[in-house]
Antibody, heavy 120, light 110 residues
Framework: QVQLQESGPGLVKPSQTLSLTCSVSGDSISSGYYWNWVRQHPGKGLEWIGYIYQSGSTFYNPSLKSRVAISIDTSNNLFSLKVTSVTAADTATYYC?????????????WGPGTQVTVSS | QSALTQPPSASGSPGQSVTISCTGTSSDIGGYNYVSWYQQHPGKAPKLIIYEVSQRPSGVPDRFSGSKSGDTASLTVSGLQADDEADYHCSSYAGSNHWVFGGGTKVTVL
């Protein structure tokens, strides 16, 4: 059973870059799935950030595209998220997730999430 | 790419049914049969309960059912139980390798 675990700093200063890593266990990150980042602002709904495929192809939410980059590290079986020029509006819980075994169209596996606060 | 529209709250008594709507456009829900639903308990990660409009992953009770009509998808929880009290989020494929979520609905079991 695949397991995902987010890691990274819980506090980032405004205008800096937020960097998070998602470590994958129980499955190879090269196994052909879509590796996603999703965030949730406090008390709000979910927001899809983007995903990366094993080939390195990336797709991003148009509203975040100019500030977001997702990369994959097959050697260490992990993928990463960078969000540049952060503001308080980037304060959220960030989740990494993988599409379900039965369908590419839904996220069947999630990490527990990591809370990130943007504040000076 | 706008978020899908969900009612902020819904409620029902134990044993009753509750239905949550999720309204999009012809560019997302209306254009594809790739609607999914997630259950999220406080402080926990979302859990997939419905995919491709009406399919249930293994282990999800058949009390959870999904449907779609036009640009609106619906999730029905039958035989409400205390543990069904949670936030429910809908999601849809929006074309061009993009996805969109709803704002979430808090279900209260009275």
């Amino acid at each position: 059973q695949v397991q995902l675990q987010e890691s990274g700093p819980g506090l980032v200063k405004p205008s800096q870059t937020l960097s998070l890593t998602c470590s994958v266990s129980g499955d190879s990150i090269s196994s052909g799935y879509y590796w996603n980042w999703v965030r949730q602002h406090p008390g709000k709904g979910l927001e899809w950030i983007g995903y990366i495929y094993q080939s390195g192809s990336t797709f991003y939410n148009p509203s975040l595209k100019s500030r977001v980059a997702i990369s994959i590290d097959t050697s260490n079986n992990l993928f990463s998220l960078k969000v540049t020029s952060v503001t308080a509006a980037d304060t959220a819980t960030y989740y990494c997730a993988r599409d379900d075994t039965n369908t590419w169209s839904a996220l069947g596996h999630w990490g527990p999430g990591t809370q990130v606060t943007v504040s000076s | 790419q706008s978020a899908l529209t969900q009612p902020p709250s819904a409620s029902g008594s134990p044993g009753q049914s509750v239905t949550i709507s999720c309204t999009g456009t012809s560019s997302d829900i209306g254009g594809y049969n790739y609607v999914s639903w997630y259950q999220q308990h406080p402080g926990k990660a979302p859990k997939l309960i419905i995919y491709e409009v009406s399919q249930r992953p293994s282990g999800v009770p058949d009390r959870f059912s999904g449907s779609k009509s036009g640009d609106t998808a619906s999730l029905t929880v039958s035989g409400l139980q205390a543990d069904d009290e949670a936030d429910y989020h809908c999601s849809s494929y929006a074309g061009s390798n993009h996805w969109v979520f709803g704002g979430g609905t808090k279900v209260t079991v009275l």
